[in-house]
């Protein structure tokens, strides 16, 4: 596997991590609140065209063992994605541009093309489908448990902040189960030292502070702690922080990938084994 790909699965985890916490996290609101957040969430998520920028930073007992930048620019079928990010003393840049059903992609100063597949196409229209949402709204209402008054509304903003048992059990089986499984993939892959904790996960807190703005999210920060242990079943405590903005809806224009004169690879299911 490309190594570029191994060392982006520490980034792509902290980001599945905070997924799961944040959706779970908006379950926990009562009324109103909650059914304006959700709703906010939804038409975001569903929202055609947009920037999301957003920085990360991980933390392995107060040790930064990642941190990075990531843009996203969306309008229609084309899209844009730039992300920066350093895993210890490795360094990964890469950029993604698709339009007119072709993909370009480039890590470091090496530039690939691939073709949009049909389930590129139709993730949009997944996205908006109505089981689909319904289907979002089943999952936060399922992670709810007996919490029902954590959220805490001030104007635009809602704030969250959860800990030790107030976080319900079935989120940290999901997690649980999640950490494994990567876990293996890890061993599969001899990639023992991506992401460190593979077993007994557990969340300790969720910290989360959005600002809804027109009916849709447009700031979004949330910290998400977990300890477990690794694979010579040491105690590892990660520290997660995103921070994320959502803008220019409606009026962004992706940028686009410039290959003049260079050289353009082909990627085919060959280049992603290697």
């Known amino acids: 596997m490309n190594k570029n790909i191994k060392k982006m699965t520490v980034a792509m985890f902290a980001i599945g991590c905070l997924t799961v916490g944040s959706l779970g996290g908006l379950a926990y609101a009562a009324g109103n609140s909650y059914d304006n957040f959700k709703t906010a969430v939804v038409q975001t998520i569903k929202n055609d065209n947009m920037t999301v920028s957003a920085t990360m930073e991980m933390k392995q007992d107060e040790t930064v063992i990642a941190q990075g930048t990531t843009m996203m620019q969306k309008a229609g079928t084309q899209s844009y994605m730039l992300s920066n990010m350093t895993i210890g003393d490795q360094v990964m840049d890469t950029e993604r541009s698709s339009n007119d059903g072709v993909a370009i992609s480039r890590q470091g100063d ?9 389930g590129d196409n139709k993730r949009q229209e997944l996205q908006n489908s109505p089981n689909i949402t319904k289907l979002m709204d089943m999952t936060s209402d399922l992670l709810v448990g007996d919490v029902k008054n954590q959220f805490v509304a001030n104007g635009d903003t809602i704030s969250l902040n959860l800990t030790d048992a107030q976080i319900p059990e079935l989120a940290n089986v999901a997690m649980a189960a999640s950490t494994e499984m990567r876990g ?39 910290t998400v702690v977990m300890s477990g242990q690794n694979n010579d079943r040491q105690t590892v405590r990660i520290e997660t922080t995103v921070k994320g903005t959502v803008s220019e809806l409606g009026t ?6 410039d290959t003049t004169g260079k050289t353009v690879t082909e990627k085919t299911m060959e ?4």
């Open 110 to 118: 090496q530039y690939f093309s691939s073709s949009i597949g049909i």
């Open 252 to 257: 962004t224009t992706p940028n686009q990938i």
């Open 184 to 222: 293996q993939h890890q061993a599969d892959l001899n990639m023992p030292n991506v992401f460190p904790i593979t077993q007994n996960s557990k969340i300790e807190s969720i910290n989360l502070n959005a600002t809804v703005k027109d009916g849709s999210i447009s700031a979004m920060d949330i």
């Open 271 to 274: 280049h992603w084994k290697q």
